[in-house]
């Protein structure tokens, strides 16, 4: 029986996946417990509302490392500094060289990441522009 060591850890994995599931459940039950109990003052001042019609808000997933909006000001404040078309990388640079950061390579990945998004949501909001797409991107401010 040359398969009894992944058979443990099978069971072992499968019941640390279970034990997992069992506290996201607790957590459930005791979110909706708890999303309860505005519905009854709710009722107190208006009885004919239904709570359940009340469209959810997405909660927000700010980034560990920029607090909100940090991101596209830092942005814009180099950009203004280098009067000059930049790219992604050396922008990423800058930006954790401000915070004092020292990411590890995931860390970076994601630093990179969000503000990929935030070029994004600057062009879209017609601040700056694309000028290069391949090989690398460029961005400037719009003048």
């Avoid at 991101?71 to 992604?88: F, G, T, W």
């Avoid at 990179?112 to 991107?137: F, K, S, V, W, Y």
Wanted: net charge positive; proline share 8%.
């Amino acid at each position: 029986m040359g398969n009894t060591f992944v058979i443990s850890g099978l069971k072992q994995k499968r019941a640390r996946i279970d034990g997992e599931l069992r506290a996201l459940q607790r957590s459930v039950v005791q979110r909706t417990e708890e999303r309860n109990m505005p519905d009854s003052g709710i009722h107190m001042f208006e009885p004919d509302c239904n709570p359940d019609m009340i469209a959810p808000i997405r909660p927000g997933s700010h980034g560990l490392f920029f607090s909100y909006r940090e991101i596209p000001r830092l942005m814009l404040d180099y950009m203004r500094k280098a009067a000059k078309p930049i790219r992604l990388e050396p922008l990423t640079e800058y930006m954790i060289a401000a915070k004092g950061l020292t990411p590890d390579e995931c860390a970076r990945k994601r630093i990179r990441h969000n503000i990929r998004q935030a070029l994004t949501r600057l062009e879209q909001r017609g601040l700056i522009r694309r000028i290069l797409e391949e090989p690398d991107m460029w961005w400037e401010l719009v003048p």
